[in-house]
């Protein structure tokens, strides 16, 4: 099973500010299935990003993933107020695996 | 629109066997290239990916949850049901279904609203 770890555990940071996750794969991953998703408090998650680099519908610009083989990233360019929230990373090979997630918190 | 909701019991009892369904509209799961999924999330924790199924029947599990495991699909009535074996406390989470396709490379575009389960004597 392919585990994933996802770093910083909590990002501190100011509207406007650019943040960078990072996912990293215990193995290489295809970069057709690599996934970052948004969820905030109550919420179902949403798809922000699929294929390791493709937006999904409605997802805005400033969101962008990149990465391949065992290491991804997710950046957010300018962080809105509204992007204050948890990120997790997914995998899927023959089954799916999720990252434990990183906080984006509100310095 | 593609909508999905879960529903089943929301007090299971330890050793117990838990049976959700998802019940989905806005799309057929006979359409080549579509799937549903199971994920879960305990109180204050991480996603936890269980199960998918496919179009074509294809099942995909959990290797950690496997043997607990079975999803199937009833394409007449729009719905994925997983069961779940010998349930435990750990096990409390909220349990969300979602659509995948080949067209988002089989990410879950679309989620239920989720449905807590609490696993107690």
């Known amino acids: 099973e392919i585990v994933l770890t996802q770093s910083p555990g909590t990002l501190s940071l100011s509207p406007g500010e650019r943040a960078t996750l990072s996912c990293r794969a215990s193995q290489s991953v295809s970069s057709s299935y690599l996934a970052w998703y948004q969820q905030k408090p109550g919420q179902a998650p949403r798809l922000l990003i699929y294929?390791?680099?493709s937006r999904a519908t409605g997802i805005p610009d400033r969101f962008s993933g990149s990465g391949s083989g065992t290491d991804f990233t997710l950046t957010i360019s300018r962080l809105e107020p509204e992007d204050f929230a948890v990120y997790y990373c997914?995998?899927?090979?023959?089954?799916?695996?999720f990252g434990q997630g990183t906080k984006v918190e509100i310095k | 629109q593609i909508t999905l909701k879960e529903s089943g019991p929301t007090l299971v009892k330890p050793t117990q066997t838990l049976t959700l369904t998802c019940t989905f509209s806005?799309?057929?799961?006979?359409?080549?290239?579509?799937?549903v999924g199971w994920i879960r999330q305990p109180p204050g924790k991480a996603l936890e990916w269980l199960a998918l199924i496919y179009w074509d029947d294809d099942k995909r599990y959990s290797p950690s949850l496997k043997s607990r495991l079975t999803i199937t699909k009833d394409t007449s009535k729009n719905q994925v049901v997983l069961t779940m074996t010998n349930m435990d406390p750990v096990d409390t989470a909220t349990y969300y279904c979602?659509?995948?396709?080949?067209?988002?490379?089989?990410?879950?575009?679309?989620w239920g609203q989720g449905t807590m389960v609490t696993v107690s004597s």
């Open positions: 979602a659509h995948s396709s080949i067209g988002d490379l089989f990410a879950f575009d679309i």
């Open positions: 806005g799309f057929s799961l006979s359409t080549s290239g579509v799937g």
């Open positions: 294929g390791a680099s």
């Open positions: 997914q995998q899927y090979g023959s089954s799916g695996t």
